[in-house]
């Protein structure tokens, strides 16, 4: 490899590495504006959305730099299809959070709803799988991002849950069905956030390994396993 090219890829992983950290501050953000109703921050996180964007577009085309300039093969190739994968999903959730924290603007300005539903659990285990496969991209520890697939079904299951409870408060509340509304809402954008938490992790294991698992949620326990045992 020569150093030119080994330049590029250092600075091209402290970009990737620079954006999961803004995306993964700014879901915090939304979750709590959510759960405290707090409009200002909510407000604030809409309007610094422009951020994420003008960095994800730097990832990728220092992406596309790379490829044309040194044409690099082997676990290289991998590693820059790989961010220019990661990066599509970290901008995507950084969207996911925007939406979170225009449902907080809204919410803020009405009455709480009675709710069993625990919204900040949700997206408390959608940030754990976020920050996991963000460890596990900065590692390079496929075991960990196997763990993070693993997880996706619970944030599925929460997400059954909240629309079951949404529905039922509903009936109960006819005249509150906006902010209901507003708070499935929430659930959808959480259970795709970790959606993509999930596409995270899988793009790590193929740069770490050279295998696509992508459909193949079956084998993440096994393979997690063996690689905890060595």
């Given amino acids: 490899m020569s150093v030119h090219l080994i330049?590029?890829?250092?600075?091209l992983k402290k970009m990737i590495l620079?954006?999961?950290a803004m995306v993964e501050e700014t879901v915090q953000r939304a979750v709590k504006a959510l759960d405290t109703?707090?409009?200002v921050l909510a407000q604030r996180i809409i309007d610094h959305d422009y951020e994420i964007d003008r960095n994800e577009v730097d990832v990728e085309e220092e992406c596309l730099k790379i490829l044309a300039l040194h044409q690099p093969v082997a676990i290289d190739l991998r590693l820059i299809i790989a961010v220019l994968k990661i990066n599509n999903d970290l901008e995507r959730i950084g969207d996911?959070?925007?939406n979170i924290a225009e449902r907080?603007?809204?919410?803020a300005t009405q009455e709480r709803t009675?709710?069993?539903f625990n919204f900040v659990q949700m997206g408390e285990k959608a940030q754990a799988m976020l920050r996991q496969?963000?460890?596990?991209?900065?590692?390079?520890?496929a075991g960990l991002a196997r763990e993070v697939c693993m997880a996706d079904d619970a944030v599925d299951a929460m997400n059954r849950e909240a629309f079951l409870m949404v529905q039922e408060a509903i009936r109960h509340h006819p005249e509150r069905m906006e902010a209901l509304i507003h708070l499935l809402s929430v659930s959808r954008h959480l259970e795709r956030i970790a959606d993509h938490a999930t596409n995270i992790a899988e793009d790590v294991i193929y740069m770490c390994e050279g295998q696509i698992v992508r459909h193949r949620s079956e084998d993440?326990?096994?393979?997690?396993?063996?690689?905890r045992n060595g």
């Fill in 96 to 98: 996911l959070a925007v």
């Fill in 220 to 227: 993440y326990a096994q393979n997690s396993r063996e690689a």
């Fill in 7 to 11: 330049k590029e890829i250092d600075k």
């Fill in 114 to 116: 009675p709710m069993w």
């Fill in 37 to 39: 109703r707090d409009a």
């Fill in 104 to 107: 907080a603007v809204f919410l």
């Fill in 133 to 141: 496969s963000l460890d596990s991209l900065v590692n390079l520890d």
């Fill in 18 to 20: 620079s954006l999961s």
